[in-house]
C-alpha cells in the first residue's frame, strides 16, 4: 500500500502544480490511474483513492508537504 500511497500523492502534486485546486478533479484523476492497473489491483486502488486521498488532497491544498508522511497516516489495507 505503501506504493500506491506513494504514486497517489505523486500524482495528486502533478495534478495541483498544474493549477487545478478542485479535490474533486485531483480524485478523479486518480480513479483513472486506477482504472489503468490490472484488476486484480484497481479495487485496492479505488478503496485507497476512495478513503484516503480526500485527506491527502486536502492536506497538499492547506500547504502540507506532500512528502511528509501523507503516507503515514494511511491506514494498512489488504490486497485483495
Excluded: K
Amino acid at each position: 500500500l505503501c506504493i500506491l500511497c506513494s504514486v497517489s500523492v505523486f500524482m495528486a502534486e502533478v495534478y495541483l502544480q498544474q493549477g487545478h485546486v478542485n479535490a474533486t478533479a485531483v480524485q478523479s484523476t486518480l480513479y483513472d490511474v486506477c482504472d489503468s492497473l490490472p484488476a486484480a489491483l484497481r479495487y485496492t486502488c479505488e478503496a485507497f483513492v476512495y478513503f484516503q486521498s480526500p485527506r491527502i488532497i486536502n492536506e497538499m491544498l492547506a500547504g502540507a508537504d506532500p512528502t511528509a508522511g501523507a503516507c503515514v497516516h494511511a491506514p494498512a489495507q489488504p490486497l485483495v
